[in-house]
Structures are given as C-alpha cells and as structure tokens.
C-alpha cells in the first residue's frame, strides 16, 4: 500500500514568490496535518484538516494557507516567501481528526528552499 | 515557545551501551508518541502512550509515560548502529488537535 506522498521532493525559490506543496494521504485516511521542519528542530504544527475542513492551526502568519480536496488530498500555499520560509515541509495523515491518540503517517516531506 | 523540552540534545555511544532520552513539559498531554526520524526521511511513529504510569516496550526500547502525563521517557537496552537517528517526542494536548513536537535527541550508534 502507498505511505504519504508529498510533491515535489525539493524545491528551490525567490524571496517574495509563492509556492504550492501537494500531499496524498494514506488511502482511507480522511486527515491531513502540515508541519514545518527547520534544519536542527522538530516539527511545527501548520494546519490539520479533516473531511475539507480546518482542525486546528498553529502560530504562523497568514501567508501560510491549506485546503482540503474531496479526495482527501491537500495543499500547502505560502505567499511572499521569505528566507526563514527554507524548511522541511512534512505531511501526515490519521484515519480521522479527533482529540484521540490517532496515529499520524508522514510523508518524507518538500525540502523548500528560499534564495 | 518549545513546550516539550527534549534531553540531551546528542548522543554518541558505542554499540551495547544503553541509553535514556527524556522528554519534559510543564503541560499535561492527553497523549504522547514517540518517532524515529532519519536523513531525507519523513518521521517514523514508533509508540503511543495515552495513561500516566504506562509503560509500553518495544524490542529493546522502552517508553514510559509520566503518571501526571507531562514527562515521558525513552530507553534503548544495547543500542545498535541501526538506532542511529532523530528520536522526537510529540504531545496532543488535551481539547485540540495539535501536536506539539519536542526539541529532538540526535542519537548515534558507532559500531
């Protein structure tokens, strides 16, 4: 069975330009989180999604936006990149979104970097 | 703010030696997992604990979850090369569905 898949695996941009991260959950899975990685750190909650509609969101501006697709999968959209934007970008999928201990499948994430 | 505070920040021992990674809050999580991260790689869940006291055991890692669900803790018995990795505690708090991520313990396993 496919894991989590992201696309693109690297990408490389300008400051002020916007970019579109894609992921496709685990199929079944009806939940998916974005998290930012920078090099050095663990993870940071972006968004989580579920059935097309935000769960949660984390401290970051509002150039950083998500939605949900019917079928399941999701996108990632930041604006007006600026260089502290260089991170992993990670994606994870849970069968639902709920307050339980789902368990979180991550994809191997989109190495975004600014110049 | 990092609310989940992991220890110690590296590790390098040699293969047999055994180790404990700790993982500290001064917020209570309804649930806590464990990952294993490598390279170019996505985390990896190794364990979830959701009543304080527990204690789960994997093979030769241990997972213990603090009885006031703050703390959890991490001990391999003879660490291997192939434990090489990022070990990255996460909290669900209680009432949402954000996962917070601890600071990471980069682990290393020389043969």
């Known amino acids: 069975d496919a894991g989590v898949t992201q696309s693109p695996t690297h990408l490389i941009k300008t400051r002020g330009q916007h970019v579109t991260l894609r992921c496709s959950p685990i199929s079944g899975h009806k939940s998916v989180s974005w998290y930012q990685q920078v090099l050095g750190q663990g993870p940071q909650f972006i968004f989580q999604y579920y059935e097309k509609e935000e769960r949660g969101r984390g401290n970051f501006p509002d150039r950083f936006s998500a939605r949900q697709f019917p079928n399941y999968s999701s996108e990632l959209n930041v604006n007006a990149l600026l260089l502290g934007d260089s991170a992993l970008y990670l994606c994870?999928?849970?069968?639902?979104?709920?307050?339980?201990?789902?368990?979180?499948?991550f994809g191997d994430g989109t190495r975004l970097s600014i110049l | 703010t990092q609310l989940l505070e992991q220890s110690p920040q590296f590790l390098s021992i040699q293969e047999g030696e055994n180790l404990t990674v700790y993982c500290n809050s001064s917020?209570?999580?309804?649930?806590l997992q464990w990952y294993r991260q490598e390279p170019g790689e996505g985390p990896v869940l190794l364990v979830t604990v959701v009543t304080g006291g527990e204690v789960k055991k994997l093979k030769r890692l241990t997972f213990q979850f603090g009885d006031a669900r703050k703390d959890s803790s991490l001990h391999i018995t003879a660490a291997q090369p192939g434990d090489t990795g990022l070990y990255l505690c996460a909290g669900l708090r209680s009432g949402t569905y954000k996962y917070i991520f601890g600071t990471g313990t980069r682990l290393k396993v020389l043969a």
């Open positions: 994870a999928s849970s069968l639902v979104g709920s307050h339980s201990s789902q368990p979180q499948h």
């Open positions: 917020s209570v999580f309804s649930s």
